[in-house]
């Protein structure tokens, strides 16, 4: 039985990575999922929890202490739950996947200014951006795993930190019609990057699911806010995602209403 809760939004990629961890140790009903409402004010009991903070992932141990951040909790879950190892366990290996770590923020970053950006004036130069950060990626992955397909043997801690916000870009090939070039530049990271998009222990989530759900995100509006004129939140539990049809691309010369995202009951 379940004797840890964590509190979480189903699609953010923040939590998919507690999911994806756990999954890789075997170990899915050792933690309770307590779904939370993105559309919705955080409820006042789990304000009381976190003294006040709104962000997700958050973990309660099964004596009330409360633990925040997605890295932080992953660390607990592996200290908690040693094995198997997903984090290396060499100091160097594990220096060098932790290196690889730290280039994660710029890049979901540089991701979430690309979607949400509404100046056309500005794609290419976005697209530019976001391609140099995937740069970075194939140079860190050619100087410390050339010939590998993962940073290490394995799908290992540095894919369940980037493997949800691959997922995620799919977005940028919906809205922003991104592409990674088939070059050489690209070739390491794009080999490691698909490699994880389709590990048997990532598949949480779907590219419709994202697609659908972040839709607001392409317009300027996250973490479940609204648009003008609209009334609902893509992020919205009902209607089901799966049965909503998929939104319309061009996301700079059409806003798409409540109705033709689905959102109606």
């Not at 840890?4 to 923040?14: G, N």
């Not at 198997?84 to 060499?90: K, T």
């Not at 989530?205 to 939140?233: M, Q």
């Not at 798409?256 to 689905?262: K, S």
Request: include cysteine.
């Amino acid at each position: 039985m379940a004797d840890i809760t964590v509190y979480h939004i189903p699609v953010c990629p923040f939590c998919q990575r507690l999911e994806i961890l756990l999954a890789l140790k075997g170990l899915p009903d050792r933690v309770r999922f307590v779904v939370i409402d993105i559309t919705q004010p955080r409820p006042e009991w789990l304000l009381a929890k976190t003294r006040g903070t709104t962000a997700l992932p958050v973990l309660e141990t099964a004596d009330g202490r409360i633990l925040k951040e997605s890295l932080v909790i992953l660390q607990y879950l592996e200290d908690l739950f040693p094995e198997p190892a997903v984090a290396q366990r060499d100091p160097y290996r594990r220096a060098v996947e932790g290196m690889l770590c730290r280039l994660e923020g710029d890049f979901v970053s540089q991701g979430y200014s690309y979607v949400m950006n509404q100046d056309p004036a500005r794609r290419e130069a976005l697209r530019e951006a976001m391609l140099r950060q995937y740069a970075r990626l194939d140079d860190f992955l050619r100087q410390h795993a050339p010939d590998s397909t993962y940073l290490f043997e394995d799908f290992g801690w540095a894919e369940v930190v980037f493997t949800p916000f691959f997922m995620r870009f799919w977005f940028l090939d919906y809205y922003e019609d991104f592409e990674l070039p088939d070059e050489p530049a690209y070739a390491r990271a794009r080999r490691w990057r698909e490699a994880c998009l389709a590990h048997s222990s990532a598949q949480q989530v779907s590219r419709e699911e994202i697609v659908k759900l972040y839709h607001d995100y392409a317009h300027g509006a996250g973490n479940g806010g609204l648009l003008p004129g609209r009334t609902r939140s893509s992020f919205a539990f009902e209607p089901d995602w799966r049965v909503r049809p998929w939104p319309p691309r061009n996301k700079y010369e059409h806003h798409a209403t409540d109705a033709e995202l689905g959102l109606l009951a």
